[in-house]
């Protein structure tokens, strides 16, 4: 079982950053695919960033050029660096993991418990 625990929310200012961390137990890590998606208030959970086994990783427009995945195999670690921070990426953010591929949509085994990012103006 490969379950992810987010770490690193918090409150910041608009063009500020911060780093997410999702912890996954297990040892079958290398082989899982990670995602971040976000939930703001009386919205849709929304795809935010994926990377595979490899390290390829995808976006979604309204982050790209902002938001940076990373993994750290060897620390069964994964990473989501924020910058430039703007109220509408305030929302829970939630770490989610699946073999091999990243998708867009939430077809993922394992889902974190979310971590709140607040975007103050």
């Known amino acids: 079982q490969v379950q992810p625990v987010e770490s690193g929310g918090g409150l910041v200012q608009a063009g500020g950053s911060l780093r997410l961390s999702c912890a996954v137990s297990g040892d079958t890590f290398r082989a899982y695919a990670m995602g971040w998606f976000r939930q703001a208030p009386g919205k849709d959970r929304e795809f935010v960033a994926g990377?595979?086994?490899?390290?390829?990783?995808i976006y979604a427009d309204s982050v790209k050029g902002r938001f940076t995945i990373s993994r750290d195999n060897a620390k069964y670690t994964g990473y989501l660096q924020m910058n430039s921070l703007k109220p509408e990426d305030t929302a829970i953010y939630y770490c989610?993991?699946?073999?091999?591929?990243?998708?867009?949509?939430?077809?993922?085994?394992?889902w974190g418990q979310g971590t709140q990012v607040t975007v103050s103006s």
């Open positions: 989610a993991t699946r073999p091999w591929v990243p998708t867009t949509d939430p077809r993922y085994q394992h």
């Open positions: 990377i595979d086994w490899s390290g390829d990783t």
